[in-house]
T-cell receptor, first 112, second 114 residues
Framework: GDSVTQMEGPVTLSEEAFLTINCTYTATGYPSLFWYVQYPGEGLQLLLKATKADDKGSNKGFEATYRKETTSFHLEKGSVQVSDSAVYFCAPLPTNGQNFVFGPGTRLSVLP | DTAVSQTPKYLVTQMGNDKSIKCEQNLGHDTMYWYKQDSKKFLKIMFSYNNKELIINETVPNRFSPKSPDKAHLNLHINSLELGDSAVYFC?????????????FGSGTRLTVV
């Protein structure tokens, strides 16, 4: 079945540090890939997405590149801020159109 | 304007009670979902409705019953609440699978059963 593996948190960084959160997946066919972010006490929000191989999704300084050969979609940011502290979820959309698989979430804490 | 709204935001209740959570979306989406998030942040799909029709019903106790009076609303009723039902419940919506652009989530309902 479809599954997602994310790096285990929590990840604790100092402000302005470089961030990478790894995500690899197994999915039926050729999925679209999403990253969601959940700020404390809130619901999940779509952060970025990529729909085909080598596409790069980007938003709010975050980027992720769709790597079909390694089935990965790692999230990166060059300089994190305290306001980026949240839980990040990787999610593939399988080609059968049923997006019910979320990664386990990676908690990021950014210290001033 | 709130795109996906859930009520209540917090719900504290005793074991054995029956409670409902309401969800409404004003995005014109065709599909709505209920997810359960446990204390470790794992998200698990519970139900999915497309145009008022149930299309996904994962293995959840039959004490949980979704109801969709129209495609903009998906309510969740829970009978005989148990301690293990304590979690955050998220409603979400999306366009149908052929036009999927991602979910829009509500802000969640934190259910605490005591």
């Amino acid at each position: 079945g479809d599954s997602v593996t994310q790096m285990e948190g929590p990840v604790t960084l100092s402000e302005e540090a470089f961030l990478t959160i790894n995500c690899t997946y197994t999915a039926t066919g050729y999925p679209s890939l999403f990253w969601y972010v959940q700020y404390p006490g809130e619901g999940l929000q779509l952060l970025l997405k990529a729909t085909k191989a080598d596409d790069k999704g980007s938003n709010k300084g975050f980027e992720a590149t769709y790597r079909k050969e390694t089935t990965s979609f790692h999230l990166e940011k060059g300089s994190v801020q305290v306001s980026d502290s949240a839980v990040y979820f990787c999610a593939p959309l399988p080609t059968n159109g049923q997006n019910f698989v979320f990664g386990p979430g990676t908690r990021l804490s950014v210290l001033p | 304007d709130t795109a996906v709204s859930q009520t209540p935001k917090y719900l504290v209740t005793q074991m054995g009670n029956d409670k409902s959570i309401k969800c409404e979306q004003n995005l014109g989406h065709d599909t709505m979902y209920w997810y359960k998030q446990d204390s470790k942040k794992f998200l698990k799909i519970m139900f999915s409705y497309n145009n008022k029709e149930l299309i996904i019903n994962e293995t959840v106790p039959n004490r949980f019953s979704p109801k969709s009076p129209d495609k903009a609303h998906l309510n969740l009723h829970i009978n005989s609440l148990e301690l293990g039902d304590s979690a955050v419940y998220f409603c979400a919506s999306s366009q149908d699978s052929t036009r999927f652009r991602g979910y829009t989530f509500g802000s969640g309902t934190r259910l605490t059963v005591v």
